[in-house]
């Protein structure tokens, strides 16, 4: 089982409406925090997954964005949603008092708990992983935590494991010099170890950002298997070659293209994702910034699905 963790802006959610489309999402849950304050991208998700009886997680007191915090926002908002797809998650910040009475005033069940790295009290995170209404608990990178990482492991509940892989750099032109390189093998140990199932932030930073400039280049992440290194999962970031100023993105874009179909075509990675990326390509067609995320998001979900279907 995969639990990608997802921030809920327009082109993560779009990525998974495609795919839930296409019947691609077997065994994986999203776990999305949600940090605009519409509920719109949010609504047509939601509407998609209905007509295909798919559920994510969704995280109840987000620590980004424009809704952040221990508030009732949006668990009013999923209580209001009928045939509710949305499963309640809570980011646990020594926030014990507050996740407990609110499964209680909203009669909340199968709730995850969500544990990055900014909480201290272990004992108040333990009392609210033994609660009933909780069935599933995330923590990041527990090998941290380790006495924590034992302690949950007795308690009888679903384990999930975070991972923190995907290697930010200052800016775009940086990866234009980064090889090929290992990604993460988590898929291949996790049961092993003791975790029910593992997650990552997919090809994305786990730092949240809002918006951002035009970047002097275009880079395209794509994750595939390392046949050569026991199914690992690898990363290449094709990276325009014009990397002098913001001018020409489509050119730049191109570039990139170029090069990433050109590996997809030799290994060969053929998926809806990279279909896509080829006709923009065969077109001439520039289609934004937010669809090349998309494509990067949607890509690493199918090589996964994949493995574990």
């Known amino acids: 089982m995969y639990f990608p963790y997802l921030r809920a802006r327009q082109f993560e959610l779009i990525s998974l409406r495609e795919l839930v489309n296409e019947d691609k999402l077997q065994n994986i849950t999203p776990v999305l925090e949600p940090v605009k304050e519409s509920f719109n991208n949010l609504n047509l998700a939601h509407k998609i997954f209905q007509e295909k009886d798919f559920n994510a997680y969704l995280i109840v007191n987000p620590f980004k964005g424009e809704k952040m915090g221990d508030t009732e926002y949006f668990l009013n908002y999923l209580s209001s949603l009928e045939n509710r ?10 926030n014990a008092d507050y996740i407990i009475s609110s499964i209680d005033k909203y009669n909340l069940d199968q709730c995850l708990i969500v544990c990055l790295d900014n909480f201290s009290d272990e004992q108040g995170l333990k009392d609210v992983c033994s609660h009933e209404k909780v069935s599933k608990i995330m923590l990041l990178e527990p090998h941290k935590y380790r006495s924590l990482d034992r302690n949950i492991k007795t308690l009888g509940k679903f384990y999930i494991r975070l991972d923190d892989v995907f290697e930010k750099q200052q800016k775009n032109a940086d990866f234009l010099s980064i090889p090929a390189h290992k990604f993460s093998e988590e898929h291949l140990y996790y049961d092993q170890d003791g975790y029910q199932a593992f997650a990552d932030f997919t090809t994305l930073p786990s730092e949240f950002v809002e918006g951002g400039s035009t970047p002097r280049a275009v880079v395209i992440h794509l994750t595939y298997f390392n046949a050569e290194v026991e199914n690992q999962i690898w ?75």
Do not use: W
Request: hydrophobic letters at 40%; a positive charge; proline letters at 4%.
């Open 85 to 94: 797809k949305f499963l309640p998650a809570f980011h646990y910040s020594d």
């Open 235 to 309: 990363i290449r970031h094709f990276t325009s070659t014009d990397i002098d100023s913001i001018a020409n993105v489509q050119g730049k874009f191109a570039q990139a293209a170029q090069k990433a179909i050109e590996f997809c075509d030799n290994l060969p990675l053929i998926n809806s994702a990279t279909v896509e990326l080829k006709s923009y390509l065969e077109e001439g067609r520039y289609p934004g910034l937010g669809t090349v995320k998309k494509i990067s998001i949607k890509n690493h979900l199918l090589i996964i699905s994949h493995f574990l279907n």
